[in-house]
């Protein structure tokens, strides 16, 4: 298995809504990242973990709350978010150690209402 | 810092035209790796070529090549006999050790839409 699945593909939310974004690969990479992508604008990084802890945070809104509960799978909780926060959420993983064998999913299409 | 610029926003041609598009990074390491990624219309980041920083040979895989050349920190990409396919946004980007030797941070250019006409 090769690939990186990310559920739902569109999701619509409310601005009072709770909802969560999943990720899981099986390619035993201990590296996942979640990225968010604006239209016409290049993916930004918002965290990183590594093996299961989280390593980076590129000072996201505390709305946005990230969570690895086994090497495997990533998840982004999502709460109280803005009209603005309407995105794409990428997820990808790498092997740990490198830098190079970056894998990404499809992406979550995200509306905030 | 680590920084990627595309200087073309964006590329309109016509089918079988030849089209290059331009990459230009910044890093303080001796060590990293560059990308190309395709994003068509339904938003996946379709992977096309990686090179690490010792490797300059440029590569060709079919209709596509590509130009590492550190002395300008260029990694150009050049699509021959451009096809509508082919339009989608591109883009360029750098990765390099984050820290420790756990993880790497991707860092993309601002991307350039090529638009291929019939």
């Known amino acids: 298995d090769t690939e990186v699945t990310q559920t739902p593909k569109h999701l619509v939310m409310g601005m009072t809504n709770k909802k969560s974004l999943k990720c899981e690969q099986h390619m035993g990479h201990r590296a996942m990242y979640w990225y968010k992508q604006k239209a016409k604008k290049p993916p930004e990084l918002m965290f990183v973990?590594?093996?299961?802890?989280?390593?980076i945070n590129e000072s996201v809104p505390s709305r946005f709350s990230p969570e690895c509960p086994n090497s495997s799978l990533l998840n982004l909780h999502l709460h109280a978010l803005q009209p603005e926060d309407s995105a794409l959420y990428l997820c990808?993983?790498?092997?740990?150690?490198?830098?190079?064998?970056?894998?990404f999913g499809s992406g979550t299409r995200l509306t905030v209402v | 810092a680590q920084k990627v610029t595309q200087a073309q926003t964006e590329i309109s041609v016509v089918e079988k035209e030849d089209v290059t598009l331009d990459c230009v990074y910044e890093?303080?390491?001796?060590?990293?790796?560059l990308f190309w990624y395709k994003q068509p219309p339904s938003g996946e980041l379709v992977f096309l070529i990686r090179?690490?920083?010792?490797?300059?040979q440029n590569e060709i895989s079919g209709r596509y090549s590509w130009n590492f050349q550190k002395s300008t920190s260029s990694f150009n990409f050049t699509i021959t006999a451009s096809q509508v396919v082919d339009s989608a946004v591109y883009f360029c980007a750098l990765s390099f050790n984050a820290g420790g030797t756990s993880y790497g941070k991707l860092t993309f250019g601002q991307g350039t839409i090529l638009t291929v006409h019939p």
């Open positions: 973990y590594s093996y299961e802890k989280l390593s």
């Open positions: 990808a993983s790498s092997q740990a150690g490198t830098y190079y064998g970056y894998t």
């Open positions: 090179r690490n920083s010792f490797d300059e």
């Open positions: 890093t303080r390491d001796t060590t990293y790796y």
